[in-house]
């Protein structure tokens, strides 16, 4: 009977162990990439509507152009069609 008992407990800490491998092996290979994969599409889309708000700002031509700053630099954008340039003559 202990033996029988012993052997149930073993056959039971060796399934938990192998679901456990499994469980990795799955979040390794499958959820991980996948989540990864979901990151960067997020990351790219936000990039691209920061770049088409930009864009949109700098069309409506202000004076002094769009500043944009990173860390202690700033920059001020400008479109090129907002310079009226006087014909040569």
């Not at 990864?36 to 936000?46: A, F, H, I, L």
Request: hydrophobic share 50%.
């Amino acid at each position: 009977m202990k033996e029988a008992n012993n052997q149930r407990r073993l056959l039971l800490i060796l399934i938990l162990v192998i679901v456990v491998l499994l469980g990795i092996i799955a979040y390794a290979f499958v959820f991980r990439p996948a989540l990864n994969g979901y990151v960067v599409k997020s990351q790219n889309e936000g990039v691209q509507y920061a770049v088409s708000a930009i864009i949109q700002q700098v069309v409506k031509c202000p004076t002094t152009g769009v500043p944009l700053t990173f860390g202690n630099v700033t920059i001020n954008v400008v479109a090129l069609e907002c310079y009226s340039q006087q014909p040569v003559q």
